[in-house]
């Protein structure tokens, strides 16, 4: 079984940048699209931004032209390129992973990413 593990999260300033991680057990070749999604406090979980296979990107309009995603098969791994941070960007982020075969879903175990004022 595909295991994703998050890192990277942390306490920022407003303003801030922060790059969080997604490694995986397995080739990430193997995957339909990567996401990463973020459940800030109180609120359901939401997607945050998309990666495809073919490398193609989309993002939430909240955070266009902040946040970029992107990924290295030769690490196995996934990014999220976090700048200009605003404190409703506080939320767990949570990386997603669509196996290309099964259409199983992997989800990360989440990492905390707090901006204060």
């Known amino acids: 079984q595909v295991q994703l593990v998050e890192s990277g999260g942390d306490l920022v300033q407003a303003g801030g940048s922060l790059r969080l991680s997604c490694a995986a057990s397995g080739s990430i070749f193997d995957f339909n699209f990567m996401d990463w999604y973020r459940q800030p406090p109180g609120k359901q979980r939401e997607l945050v931004a998309t990666i495809t296979r073919g490398g193609s990107t989309t993002y939430a309009d909240s955070v266009k032209g902040r946040f970029t995603i992107s990924r290295d098969y030769t690490k196995d791994t996934a990014y999220l390129q976090m700048n200009s941070l605003k404190p409703e960007d506080t939320a767990v982020y949570y990386c997603?992973?669509?196996?290309?075969?099964?259409?199983?879903?992997?989800w990360g175990q989440g990492t905390q990413v707090t901006v204060s004022l």
């Open positions: 997603h992973a669509q196996d290309r075969v099964s259409y199983r879903n992997f």
